[in-house]
């Protein structure tokens, strides 16, 4: 209980574990800034706090989640079955038994993998809050969850879908445009996929421009074509090609690059290297692609290509119900 519980105010607090600080990855400012957006109505009475996922906590974030009526982890890949040396979520075996009473938001399981070991059920049960609802990002999270015992969770996708709707799915172009931004990706490396990928949308594009979402694509991608337009490394400089007047698709294999292109209504496909789009464009019709099927790619291409997301809105609504109720912990 907070020290405002205690005395009887009002005044909630709570500590959101921000995905982005520390994080070499763009995609993860795109989830923050989800996650921020969908909480904004659910929290504006409430005091929040914000700490780092991706570093060891210290002293005084600990202390910011004792203190916090409850915390909230926004996203991205922070499960893993293996959370002392295959995880992006920082945990110590000190922080599981002083800051339990962690939500979920839209959270997802790194990779696939075996079913978690012993320390890992010891953490995240400890973590977890056992009497608040999670959210996960798909059916795979959900089903590693409750191997672990946890199960009070729904599927309900990532935070940077909730907001789509039948109707601005409507809105988006069906027909290929004559330019093409893409992305390529380092966490799993394919360059003989990745270059044959390249050369499809040259071949089927005017032009072809791309972003880069991690440091290290920058090099991977000079070595893969060096004769690409790159589109300056910030998440502003993005924003600004995908709300230009220029007439373009995405097509690429950075999963959150495929979403913001959806977010500013253009036609997005998005090229699957593992777990996360795969398991999303099942779940919830995100336009998805394996990556060496190059022969519906290029059907996808010149479409015309049918965008229907399906975000879980039962499961959304569920989740965010409760935080109206006080007296959770």
Known sequence: MTKAAKHGDLLRTITLLDTSVASTNLGDQIIMEAVRDQLSDLIRDTFTYSVASHEWMGRKSRGLLRQSDFAIAGGTNLLSSRMWIRSVWKLSPRDALQCGNVVLMGCGWYQFQKKPDPYTRWLLRRMLSATRLHSVRDAYTKDKLAAIGVTNVVNTGCPTLWAFSPESCRALPRGKAPHVVTTINTYIKDAEADRRLIEVLRRHYQSVSIWIQTSSDHAYAKGLDPDL????????????????????????????????????????????????????????GLPTVERDDFARLEKMIHGPLDISLSPPQQAIDQWKSQFNERTAT
Request: glycine share 8%; aromatic share 8%; charged share 30%.
């Open 229 to 284: 337009k790159f589109i300056n490394p910030s998440l502003r400089a993005f924003d600004d090609l995908l709300a230009s007047d220029i007439d373009l698709d995405y097509v690429g294999n950075r999963l959150h690059g495929g979403i913001r292109a959806l977010q500013h209504g253009r036609r997005a496909i998005i090229v699957e290297i593992d777990n996360r789009a795969r398991e999303m464009g099942r779940d919830f």
